[in-house]
């Protein structure tokens, strides 16, 4: 019988296992050989001085005082590219990690054990799970449930009903772009529903993808389609792409909803992307997640130390990050209404400009877009 478990060690996971007592007896459990591999994201974390703006009920930033040798480059800008080919720079400083090494060394440091090749088969009161030598149970008082967007406990306690948005991405070399600049680019023709990236890791080395939503895809497009005309046909960044080549493809799904309103049930707490914690407007769920496994780590140690209940979490996380994480939903919303053409959103865009979108990126909602909200169904047919 362990103290805790661990169910999932990507970025939520290790951060739970990190602030764990050590005193505690504690598992992690993945499915992955190598923790964090293969990368399944753009690997942007916004520097500490973002996060004060972006979670400023949060206090302790020190999560975000992150070492040099996980750091592949900082940007210093934003760059955000409507579908005629209009852009808007705003400054905000990004790191560029390697999502990988980072896990695994603050899953590693925590010196808990963890189990590799193991995967997540099933969940009734016990663990049920299979590595490549045979299928068992584990039983543990405490469950921190990190398995990602497609969470097997999720759906097991019945709460799995958050909006996924698919994701592929290309890790390329010989890109020739502003290495101090993240690109978005938007637009239905693009990026259906979602959004493409280019983002500069250094060296000539970037990652290049598109995150989609299946329903918003036209009949007989796949989501490899959407990200070779991004990377070959489309102007706008095919021109940084004219010499890249290929070094790694990846697939991933990410949660584009508001969090889910109980994390707690029983001795399970949701963490990170199974609970669907994420900024939605643009996906972005690595610093949430940092903050999220750190903060039901610690109060799982006073838990055990009879000093709070498991309960506290669902008010600790909600108390520092819901405000941003519902800010970007309903600008997420927002944008679904006024997005539906490439046409109108550039005509919306003759009004939005660059205090809005650095507000916005900001997880705030600027006056203009708290005005247009009600006036949207109006607007839609002026536009």
């Known amino acids: 019988m362990y103290d805790v478990a661990v169910a999932g060690v990507g970025i939520a996971g290790a951060f739970a296992l990190n602030s764990l007592s050590k005193k505690l007896r504690v598992v992690g459990i993945d499915k992955r050989e190598k923790l964090g591999y293969p990368v399944e994201c753009g690997e942007l974390v916004p520097t500490k001085r973002e996060m004060k703006n972006l979670l400023p009920k949060l206090g302790d930033y020190s999560l975000f005082d992150i070492p040099e040798k996980f750091k592949s480059n900082k940007t ?23 999502r990988d090494k980072f896990i695994s060394s603050v899953a590693e440091n925590s010196g808990h054990e ?55 991405q290309y890790v390329m070399k010989d890109v020739e772009c502003d290495e101090s600049t993240v690109y978005m680019f938007v637009g239905s023709k693009i990026a259906p529903g979602g959004y493409a990236w280019i983002i500069p890791k250094g060296n000539g080395i970037a990652n290049v993808g598109v995150g989609i939503r ?33 070094i790694e493809k990846i697939g991933a799904v990410a949660p584009v909803d508001k969090p889910l309103s109980k994390t707690v049930f029983d001795k399970i707490l ?19 997640s940092m903050v999220a496994g750190d903060i039901a780590g610690k109060v799982v140690n006073e838990y055990f130390e009879g000093k709070a209940s498991l309960e506290d979490y669902d008010y600790m996380w909600r108390e520092k990050m819901l405000d941003a994480m519902m800010n970007s939903y309903r600008i997420k919303q927002l944008w679904d209404k006024i997005s539906e053409t490439d046409e109108r959103l ?30 949207v169904p109006l607007l839609n047919v002026i536009f």
């Open 214 to 246: 299946l329903n918003y895809l036209e009949k007989g497009d796949s989501i490899h389609k959407v990200l070779e005309r991004f990377v070959r046909e489309y102007p706008y960044s095919s021109k940084y792409l004219k010499k890249a080549e290929i």
């Open 114 to 168: 963890i189990k590799r090749k193991t995967r997540i088969m099933d969940y009734d009161g016990k663990l049920r799970l299979k590595d490549p030598n045979s299928t068992y149970e584990l039983e543990a008082k405490v469950i921190i449930a990190s398995d990602g967007a497609n969470s097997k406990i999720a759906k097991k306690l019945g709460v799995w009903n958050y909006e996924i948005a698919a994701a592929k």
């Open 346 to 375: 550039c005509r919306y865009f003759k009004f939005i400009g660059k205090k809005d979108m650095s507000a916005i990126l900001r997880s705030r909602i600027p006056l203009k877009l708290r005005l247009a909200e009600k006036a």
């Open 270 to 288: 949701l963490v990170g992307d199974s609970a669907s914690m994420i900024l939605s407007h643009v996906a972005a769920g690595i610093p949430i």
């Open 76 to 98: 210093e800008y934003f760059e955000f590219v409507i579908p005629n080919g209009k852009s808007i720079e705003i400054e905000f400083e990004m790191l560029v990690i390697n």
